[in-house]
């Protein structure tokens, strides 16, 4: 707990420091970061019980584009936010359904499927709805205050930080950790694995949608090729084995690693998140089965944040 409180702490601070005239270049970055910690807790959450998604695009997108259509109603952000994280979360419940009896890797390409079907109805609404393919213009977050959305993208990250934490603390944490240990056995022993699942597609989409409105108020523009990319389902996936899965720090942790790392490729490397992602994941799979988290923790001789 105490690391995290830290973590918090210095991110609250930062956008309040002499950051001179490449400011809003570091406040962009510090911004992004956050998201990327939404989207990697968000899917670490689903993770923990036992299902390996690559829908977080499609949750991420959904999240943008809901955003974006309900901005065009007349709602305004602060109900248009939660409304179009909602709606994701309902939707994902469909998937959670589809997909209850499959796992491995069935499961996962029934979750990417899912992301392409939904980035082809995006794609093919009429232009008035939702932009077809050329994308939908999408108003500014907070007017454009940079250091407003990335004071928004922190408390969303501390809310999202929450939750984990309350996941990994209550009940749901004993149902996740006996569904990922054997689904079998645990329906045996009287959880309802079905609920269970389904709880956590809930939640993790729900988070991700959060993560795809910044986004979409951050850039003012989104399409579905960008917005539903593979990229989107696959960074989740990487940061959170970095940092260290089914723990709350870690992914943190691993986005803020990352993201540092791809900034500092950006110039050097054409497409070089592709770079880091695909060397850190082969990497942390072979050397670093714990993550990050792993290493802090040997360190510390053992610990929970």
């Known amino acids: 707990m105490v690391p995290l409180a830290i973590f918090f702490v210095l991110a609250l601070a930062f956008p309040f420091l002499p950051l001179g005239d490449r400011g809003a270049y570091l406040l962009q970055i510090g911004f992004f970061t956050l998201v990327a910690g939404i989207m ?46 909602l709606g994701t979360g309902m939707i994902s419940l469909i998937l959670g359904a589809v997909t209850m009896r499959l796992s491995g890797m069935y499961f996962a390409i ?51 930080a929450g939750v984990s934490l309350a996941v990994r603390t209550g009940r749901l944490h004993h149902a996740f950790a006996a569904i990922r240990q054997g ?13 269970y699942k389904l709880a956590a597609f809930f939640i993790s989409s729900f988070l991700a949608a959060l993560a795809g409105v910044l986004y979409a108020g951050k850039t003012f ?29 870690g992914p943190i942790l691993g986005a ?5 790392a791809e900034e500092a490729l950006h110039n050097v490397v054409k ?6 992602y695909g060397l850190v994941l082969m990497l942390s799979i072979l050397w670093l089965p714990r993550g990050l988290m792993g290493l802090l923790r040997r360190g510390r001789h053992g610990g929970d944040v």
């Open 183 to 195: 689904e079998e056995t645990a329906r045996v022993l009287g959880v309802s694995t079905v609920r």
């Open 256 to 260: 803020t690693v990352l993201r540092i």
């Open 221 to 249: 523009f989104i399409s579905p090729l960008d917005t539903f990319s593979l990229a989107n389902s696959i960074a989740p996936l990487t940061t959170s084995i970095f940092g260290g899965l089914y723990t709350t720090l």
């Open 271 to 276: 497409n070089g998140y592709l770079v880091v």
């Open 110 to 160: 029934a979750t990417l499927a899912f992301t392409e079907v939904v980035r082809t109805i995006i794609q093919n609404l009429p232009e008035d709805v939702a932009g077809g393919a050329n994308g939908l213009l999408v108003p500014a977050l907070l007017g454009g205050d940079s250091r407003g959305q990335y004071l928004l993208a922190l408390l969303l990250l501390a809310l999202t």
């Open 40 to 85: 990697a807790l968000s899917w670490d959450i689903l993770a923990r019980s036992g299902q390996v998604s690559l829908a977080h695009a499609a949750f991420y997108g959904m999240g943008a584009y809901g955003y974006a259509l309900l901005l065009k109603t007349g709602l305004a952000w602060p109900l248009a936010m939660p409304l179009a994280a």
